[in-house]
């Protein structure tokens, strides 16, 4: 079973400032990489996913950067807002036919005026 | 956007009741999911289906049930609910080739009184 390990638990950043949320994993995958965006009540989102042989994709002020040796990615939010406040997810694929994805605890972000 | 669907939204039944949580997708994926998530809290998997008359348990243990009749429906079952089942039950869909990720409905919140 895949270990997935998310830091820090929660985050602060001041409007227009850079967000960085890390998430760590234990075994070796081979398909997509996404981080997920939850707002309250609602289930989450598919925010942005990386390919595994790709080191990083851009998406608007959402980047990923991925170390496939150290087993390591990270969700980078540039020009933070406050409607980026919200839990955010990363999420590991595991091998096997079911296509099952391993969460992380999740991050709670609060982006400040 | 996802087109996947889960009614009821909120529901509040008293303890020993038998309740249905549906879930439709018309995005015709192959594999579904339930996760269980309590509030701010990580996702975790209670159930999976990789189609047709197919399920299997997740890594969470569940006293629910769960059938898999049709592609586009995926039907979650508590026989006789207790408190301890509050708590949102999201269904999720993915379409059985590398490179897709999971996409979620909005969940559905349950309170057992």
């Known amino acids: 079973q895949q270990q997935v390990k998310q830091s820090p638990q929660s985050l602060i950043v001041q409007k227009g400032g850079i967000s960085i949320i890390n998430c760590a994993y234990e075994?070796?995958?081979?398909?997509?990489f996404p981080w997920y965006q939850q707002f309250p009540g609602k289930g989450p989102a598919l925010l942005i996913a990386i390919r595994p042989d790709v080191s990083e994709k851009k998406e608007g002020r959402f980047t990923i950067s991925f170390n496939k040796s150290a087993k390591q990615f990270s969700l980078h939010i540039m020009d933070s807002q406050p409607g980026d406040s919200a839990t955010y997810f990363c999420a590991v694929p595991n091998t096997g036919t079911a296509s099952k994805l391993t969460f992380g605890t999740g991050t709670r972000l609060q982006v400040t005026l | 956007e996802a087109d996947i669907y889960q009614t009821p939204r909120y529901l509040v039944i008293g303890t020993g009741k038998k309740i249905t949580l549906e879930c439709s997708q018309t995005m015709g994926h192959d594999k579904m999911y339930w996760y269980q998530q309590d509030p701010g809290m990580e996702l975790h998997l209670i159930h999976y289906s990789y189609g047709v008359n197919s399920t299997e348990k997740g890594d969470l243990s569940s006293e629910s049930t769960v059938s898999r009749i049709r592609t586009e429906h995926f039907p979650l079952t508590l026989e006789s609910a207790r408190p301890s089942h509050t708590s949102q039950y999201l269904c999720a869909s993915r379409l059985g080739i590398a490179g897709n990720t999971i996409y979620f409905g909005e969940g559905s919140w349950l309170t057992v009184v």
């Open positions: 075994n070796t995958a081979f398909d997509y």
